[in-house]
């Protein structure tokens, strides 16, 4: 049988590599992207698998988005609530804009995505559902108050989600990646950079593709045991 998987923000970094993994196991995927027209259209030619733009921070759109993905490749089985952004600032100097906007599309998006294809995959009896959230979510990050908040949310999000799905055959997980050599990290100062290089012990950026692969065995049948966990992928700089 072949699942059907939608990737938020996957279209370009970790969730292109999620996108790519996914169709590699035989899932359909739908790939939805926020407004990179260019990107989008450069994956869909290259991959063959389909685009879709919408806002996951608009309710609404999320519901008719999803319901376009089911019309046109079938219900929705799989959801990796990937999209995300940063709007850093120390708390000072923070705006109630770069606050609220990372809350509303990189928390508020995991609920809009879940509330369009939880209850379809209850009724189905099968539904992965994984989020990824971030090292920065676990331990926090200076000058990211907005985006720790909304990480660390997604994880209490995952454990609670995971509860309401056991017994349907929903599981829900998250992923917290380290630092990943995507365009959000290239947006990081070079001297930052270095140092926060310097605190990985397997002494690297992490790539999308390994965060990919953790995706995927989440999302396969063999995963039906691991429900409300959080897999951490970041060369060891965070371990508890
Ligand atoms: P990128 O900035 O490279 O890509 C972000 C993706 O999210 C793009 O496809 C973008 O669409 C999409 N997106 C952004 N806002 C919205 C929105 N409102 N609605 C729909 N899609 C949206 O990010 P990464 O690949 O680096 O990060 C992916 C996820 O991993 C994020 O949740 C991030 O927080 C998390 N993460 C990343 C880490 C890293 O080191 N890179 C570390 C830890 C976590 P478009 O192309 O149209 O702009």
Same mark, same amino acid.
């Given at each position: 049988?072949?699942?059907? *998987?939608?990737?938020?923000?996957?279209?370009?970094?970790?969730?292109?590599?999620?996108?790519?993994?996914?169709?590699?196991?035989?899932?359909?995927?739908?790939?939805?992207? *926020?407004?990179?027209?260019?990107?989008?259209?450069?994956?869909?030619?290259?991959?063959?698998?389909?685009?879709?733009?919408?806002?996951?921070?608009?309710?609404?759109?999320?519901?008719?988005?999803?319901?376009?993905?089911?019309?046109?490749?079938?219900?929705?089985?799989?959801?990796?609530?990937?999209?995300? &952004?940063?709007?850093?600032?120390?708390?000072?100097?923070?705006?109630?804009?770069?606050?609220?906007?990372?809350?509303?599309?990189?928390?508020?998006?995991?609920?809009?995505?879940?509330?369009?294809?939880?209850?379809?995959?209850?009724?189905?009896?099968?539904?992965?559902?994984?989020?990824?959230?971030?090292?920065?979510?676990?331990?926090?990050?200076?000058?990211?108050?907005?985006?720790?908040?909304?990480?660390?949310? &997604?994880?209490?999000?995952?454990? *609670?989600?995971?509860?309401?799905?056991?017994?349907?055959?929903?599981?829900?997980?998250?992923?917290?990646?380290?630092?990943?050599?995507?365009?959000?990290?290239?947006?990081?100062?070079?001297?930052?950079?270095?140092?926060?290089? *310097?605190?990985?012990?397997?002494?690297?950026?992490?790539?999308?593709?390994?965060?990919?692969?953790?995706?995927?065995?989440?999302?396969?049948?063999?995963?039906?045991?691991?429900?409300?966990?959080?897999?951490?992928?970041?060369?060891?700089?965070?371990?508890?």
């Amino acid at each position: 049988m072949s699942r059907v *998987a939608i990737v938020t923000g996957g279209t370009r970094g970790i969730g292109e590599a999620i996108s790519l993994a996914l169709r590699d196991m035989g899932y359909k995927v739908a790939a939805n992207y *926020a407004g990179n027209e260019e990107r989008a259209k450069a994956f869909t030619d290259a991959t063959g698998i389909a685009s879709y733009k919408w806002d996951v921070g608009d309710h609404e759109a999320c519901l008719e988005g999803c319901a376009q993905v089911a019309e046109d490749l079938g219900p929705i089985d799989v959801l990796v609530n990937n999209a995300g &952004i940063t709007r850093d600032n120390v708390m000072l100097k923070m705006s109630f804009e770069e606050w609220n906007e990372v809350i509303r599309i990189n928390l508020g998006g995991c609920f809009n995505m879940a509330k369009a294809v939880f209850p379809g995959m209850r009724e189905r009896g099968w539904g992965r559902i994984v989020n990824i959230g971030s090292i920065n979510g676990q331990a926090g990050q200076y000058g990211q108050v907005n985006y720790a908040a909304a990480k660390s949310g &997604i994880h209490g999000f995952t454990k *609670a989600l995971a509860q309401e799905g056991a017994r349907a055959g929903v599981t829900v997980n998250a992923i917290a990646p380290g630092y990943i050599d995507t365009d959000m990290v290239a947006a990081v100062p070079q001297a930052v950079l270095e140092k926060i290089v *310097a605190r990985i012990p397997v002494g690297r950026l992490g790539h999308a593709e390994e965060i990919a692969r953790g995706v995927a065995f989440l999302c396969s049948e063999d995963a039906g045991f691991v429900t409300g966990s959080t897999m951490s992928i970041n060369g060891g700089q965070h371990m508890y």
